[in-house]
């Protein structure tokens, strides 16, 4: 964890806050009490700020500083909204490709992922709050600063943000290794948004319910998956080679 991306301290956290900050992480210890905190959790109910309670022994491995039991990870980008990105996209004129990423928690891959969509002309890439990689120095690095040219969105629930892309005209594929048909089969040259799941688990249930096509790659090793931001490139790829 970069230092350069902490901040610590109950009163820092809020002064960080009341300035606009993009808190990207932020941990409060488990049981925390006092004045300051009462203002610290109004705000961050007010401002609709995820986080996570821990024991003390997981802030003191963040930092070695005095962080009050309380320790966040400011971004170091400005999250998009999404609605508006999707309504920008469809009046430029061009294809809408949008990917999705459901509970992916690695940072590099996050990073390599990124460095992938911006060369392949992906118009934008939708995290959730909860749960996923955060936008780290470590994220920065492994993007090779693509993440300053893509926009990013970060919604409450990724099943939200599929039900209001497919009101938009926009069909969800799900890279999945349970997928009958190959990426190959599958028509990307209309308006899409590809969603990828995380390195363990691989894309939810619930989300696999809700898309338009499941597709995979086909493997002849004896290794059954890809990384994941290989995949990604993979099917990133194929909707580029379509739509030359």
Not at 63 to 74: E, P, S
């Amino acid at each position: 964890m970069k230092d350069e991306s902490q901040i610590f301290g109950i009163r820092a956290v809020i002064e960080a806050i009341h300035s606009g900050k993009t808190i990207d992480k932020l941990f409060i210890q488990k049981g925390l009490q006092g004045e300051l905190v009462k203002e610290l959790m109004s705000l961050v109910r007010n401002q609709h700020i995820s986080f996570t309670q821990v024991p003390i022994e997981k802030l003191n491995r963040l930092t070695r500083k005095n962080h009050q039991g309380v320790v966040a990870i400011i971004s170091p980008i400005e999250f998009h909204d999404l609605e508006n990105l999707v309504l920008n996209t469809i009046e430029s004129g061009e294809t809408p490709l949008f990917l999705v990423l459901d509970q992916l928690s690695d940072v590099r891959n996050f990073g390599a992922i990124i460095r992938t969509a911006e060369c392949t002309g992906v118009h934008g890439i939708i995290i959730q709050k909860k749960g996923g990689a955060p936008v780290s120095a470590d994220t920065v690095k492994t993007s090779a600063g693509a993440i300053f040219k893509i926009p990013i969105c970060k919604v409450d629930h990724i099943k939200d943000a599929i039900f209001y892309l497919q009101a938009s005209g926009i069909q969800i594929v799900a890279a999945t290794e349970k997928a009958t048909s190959p990426i190959y089969d599958i028509n990307l040259k209309e308006p899409i948004a590809i969603v990828m799941g995380s390195e363990g688990k691989g894309i939810s249930n619930s989300v696999l319910k809700l898309v338009d096509h499941q597709a995979k790659l086909p493997m002849y090793g004896e290794i059954a998956s890809l990384n994941v931001s290989v995949a990604c490139g993979v099917f990133l790829y194929e909707s580029i080679r379509q739509r030359l």
